[in-house]
């Protein structure tokens, strides 16, 4: 079963740091562009960070210099490090991957982790 599993999602002051984790699981051929999205209460799902090809990033406007994503290739993972957090960055944050595996291909989301910025 090919799935996706994130990690690493807590309770922060303002202005401190958490790096998520996001490891694809399973009989993996090949792990298309990863991206990450965040939803907070009561707003709809958006995106926050993605890969774009050619080892090229793009991050939303609103974390852009705070956040940074990246892969590792041996462990079929995906990390989000997030500096200097703001109590606006509260929210449920999934990763999203496009996965082939010997039978088919999967557009996958993870369970979502939560991340919560306050005092």
């Known amino acids: 079963q090919v799935q996706l599993v994130e990690s690493g999602g807590d309770l922060v002051q303002p202005g401190g740091s958490l790096r998520l984790s996001c490891a694809a699981t399973g009989s993996i051929i090949s792990i298309g562009n990863m991206a990450w999205y965040r939803q907070a209460p009561g707003s709809q799902r958006e995106l926050v960070a993605r890969?774009?090809?050619?080892?090229?990033?793009k991050c939303a406007d609103s974390v852009k210099g705070r956040f940074t994503i990246f892969r590792d290739n041996a462990k079929n993972t995906v990390y989000l490090q997030m500096n200097s957090l703001k109590p606006e960055d509260t929210a449920v944050y999934y990763c999203n991957a496009g996965i082939t595996t010997v039978s088919k291909y999967f557009d996958l989301w993870g369970q979502g982790t939560l991340v919560t910025v306050s005092s």
């Open positions: 890969e774009v090809g050619g080892g090229m990033t």
